[in-house]
């Protein structure tokens, strides 16, 4: 009998669930709409302040950990490794940013100077294209032919940035 009960509980529960989320979860797929440029933004994006962005992202390595490409309609659809062009790890200090570069026959780094514009939440620079931070750190990014992609980083550990630095060939201009 007890088990009838907490079976009979569970099914409410996901009826419950089933019934009230169902139209909610079809308008939550479509987390990106076009701003006047074009550009897919993140449709609940909470605005990351220079002071966050500069304690959160400034002063840590960031690597590549996943990747969704936007679709027209503003959804999402997974990729792979190589599937965006090749990833990129990032580097912030107060002024300047080191980009890693993957590529099939070398690996390079490139440094420049970039500005955080915290009214749209993005990194300005001439080494990244585009790049709305959403949160920290998930980003929507220009990958050339693949279009625009959520890109999700996760913070390095010291000895990676240190091993990126080294091994990664300086085509700084």
């Known amino acids: 009998m007890k088990y009838y009960k907490l079976l009979q509980i569970l099914c409410f529960a996901l009826l419950t669930q089933a ?28 605005t990351i ?16 950990k996943s990747a969704c490409r936007i679709t027209e309609d503003g959804t999402t659809e997974a990729l792979g490794f190589t599937d965006n062009g090749y990833p990129r790890d990032y580097y912030f200090t107060a ?15 490139r440094g420049g100077t970039y500005s955080y514009d915290e009214t749209r ?3 300005v620079s001439p080494l990244i294209e585009y790049m709305q931070v959403s949160e920290i750190l998930m980003t929507v990014e220009w990958c050339g032919t693949m279009g625009y992609v959520e890109n999700h980083y996760e ?18 201009q």
């Open 19 to 46: 019934m009230t989320c169902g139209e909610d979860f079809g308008e939550l797929t479509n987390s990106y709409r076009k701003n006047q440029e074009g550009r897919p933004e993140y449709q609940w994006i909470m």
């Open 95 to 109: 002024d300047s940013v080191v980009v890693f570069e993957y590529y099939k026959d070398r690996n390079v780094r």
């Open 49 to 64: 302040d220079a002071d966050r962005f500069n304690s959160n992202v400034v002063g840590r390595g960031w690597k590549w």
């Open 121 to 123: 939440n993005t990194v």
């Open 155 to 172: 913070e390095m550990l010291p000895y990676e940035l240190n091993a990126r630095m080294l091994g990664f060939k300086d085509e700084s």
